[in-house]
């Protein structure tokens, strides 16, 4: 994570975990359930509930997805999710935004 003016501010270490991954492009963004909607690159739709410090990487730099109060996941935009299965939930920990769809 890091400040405003770019300088690291913490580093969260996986500790060896195996993150799946999913591409896909974003139909919605709940900031209040915490929860992402996306369409998979095979066309299918997939929920994800987003985790604790889960950071996302943009153009501007990087950012925590739900502090952030001027970055919000925008629909249409193109995105690569890095998730782990917890409970039968896909929890993502970090996302790479590869487009952003105004």
């Not at 039968?88 to 970090?94: D, E, L, N, S, T």
Request: neutral net charge.
């Amino acid at each position: 994570r890091y400040t405003d003016d770019k300088m690291a501010r913490s580093i969260v270490l996986t500790g060896g975990a195996a993150f799946d991954l999913a591409i896909g492009t974003v139909v919605t963004f709940d900031r209040t359930a915490k929860t992402l909607l996306v369409t998979s690159v095979d066309g299918t739709k997939q929920l994800f509930q987003l985790g604790e410090y889960c950071t996302i990487n943009t153009a501007r730099g990087v950012e925590e997805v739900l502090t952030t109060s001027g970055h919000v996941l925008k629909k249409g935009g193109l995105v690569v999710l890095y998730f782990s299965e917890e409970s039968g939930r896909k929890v993502v920990r970090a996302i790479d935004e590869i487009s952003h769809s105004a």
